[in-house]
């Protein structure tokens, strides 16, 4: 958190009053004075790092062939060609002709908004609902549709974010990972579900998710997912997590010498942080000491910034509030709702803590992948691979192996 400048009188040399002060020494002066010119200064450009591609400034939006039996289908280039516009119920829409197999389809074919009855608008606002905390059945009541309709929208809009992250979301050159688990319902019981989290500290990108139980098998998936996003940094990364159990097995077998591993231990009392200690669990001592000279708050191992996000995450997903009288029953729904949120947490939101002058910049325009906060529209506007689009292969371009075997 950057403390606020205060005015001092007398320009950048200038005291502040007591009579053993020495500018320039004085800590307080110091740090006021860096606070300003961090607050004025606009920082670099956010651009990617070095032998990375330029930052995009929007999710490239190719058409591919939809249909598996042509050559094209999986092909990144192909030749797709405008074909005039076709009647629907809400006006025209755009068609497309695929030059090898010289068949026509509609250009929402593969977004999010494929065979949607209602407007796009109406689409992204219930998704913008749901992830500012309002309930399923308040999102249907404001946009004036059914709750089951929500619940099936989430569920494609889910699925398209994911595809949407695997694809972008990599952090390069990530410094800290910070990794946490909340309770999402019935703790202590059978049948409680958990939230993973891991959340780079450095670009704010929240990097790995995973909801279910709290297992060895759970942790592997999640941790195997943090790698995924995080893992191919030039220099070890610096991961924090509580003492869990399998953290440590997992980290190993996940990382292995591209982390070092530091448990923190919050001790309480009254509700309160006493105190914090960390434990070096794995790691050479001396990319240990090198990790901690690049974290951004100072040199001592926290969980602070995870436990932030996870409040975000409570306020902004209903399920999690805390005595909600709708807590998630199906684990999968709760993970749908996760999926959204990450997305827009990563892609869309400006971050308050990512602000640069008169730019805030979003988690992802701080790791180098965009250049700009998208918006709701460009991400489901974005056509998934080919593999990962099931909810377009309807009936007629399922391919006849697959009809016989179901
Ligand atoms: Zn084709």
């Known amino acids: 958190m950057i403390p606020a400048a205060r005015p001092i009188a007398g320009g950048p040399f200038a005291t502040c009053g007591r009579s053993d002060c020495n500018p320039g020494i004085h800590p307080g002066l110091r740090a006021t004075q860096r606070a300003r010119k961090r607050r004025t200064n606009p920082g670099p450009v956010p651009r990617a790092p070095s032998g990375v591609l330029p930052m995009r400034t929007s999710p490239r939006r190719r058409h591919r062939c939809p249909f598996p039996d042509c050559p094209s289908h999986k092909k990144r280039h192909s030749r797709i060609v405008r074909h005039g516009r076709y009647g629907s119920r809400r006006g025209s829409r755009l068609r497309l002709l695929c030059r090898v197999c010289d068949r026509t389809f ?12 209602s407007t796009r608008d109406d689409f992204d ?16 009541r404001s946009v004036g549709i059914s709750v089951s309709t929500i619940a099936r929208w989430k569920e494609r809009a889910a699925f398209h974010a994911r595809a949407f992250e695997e694809e972008h979301l990599e952090v390069k050159d990530p410094i800290e990972l910070q990794l946490d688990e909340l309770c999402a319902r019935g703790k202590g019981s059978r049948d409680e579900i958990w939230l993973y989290s891991g959340l780079e500290v450095w670009s704010r990108v929240w990097a790995a998710t995973h909801v ?9 998936l999640f941790l195997r997912s943090a790698r995924k996003t995080c893992g191919n940094g030039p220099e070890p990364v610096l ?20 982390c070092v591993y530091v448990q923190v231990e919050n001790l309480y009392r009254r509700d309160r942080i006493l105190r914090t200690e960390s434990r070096l669990v794995f790691g050479a001592r001396h990319k240990y000491e090198a990790a901690k000279a690049r974290l951004e708050d100072g040199s001592r191992p926290n969980t602070s910034f995870i436990e932030r996000l996870n409040l975000f995450i409570r306020r902004a997903i209903s399920y999690l509030q805390r005595r909600t009288p709708a807590p998630a029953r199906i684990p999968r729904c709760l993970s749908e709702a996760i999926d959204v949120l990450r997305c827009y947490y990563n ?58 075997g179901s």
């Open 239 to 258: 991961v924090t997590t509580d003492p869990y159990v399998y953290y440590e097995p997992e980290l190993r077998r996940a990382f292995g010498p591209k």
């Open 212 to 220: 279910g139980r709290r297992t060895k098998r759970s942790t592997r």
């Open 347 to 404: 892609f869309i939101r400006p971050h308050s803590s990512l602000r640069f002058g008169k730019v805030t910049r979003t988690p992802a325009m701080q790791a180098g992948i965009f250049s700009r906060p998208l918006t709701f529209r460009e991400i489901f506007n974005w056509v998934p691979p080919p593999q990962r689009d099931p909810y377009t292969l309807d009936f007629r371009t399922r391919p006849p192996t697959a009809r016989s």
């Open 125 to 140: 606002l219930a998704m913008r609902l749901q992830v500012e905390g309002v309930t399923q059945a308040a999102a249907a």
């Open 106 to 117: 509609g250009a929402r074919r593969g977004t999010v908004y494929y065979r949607l009855r």
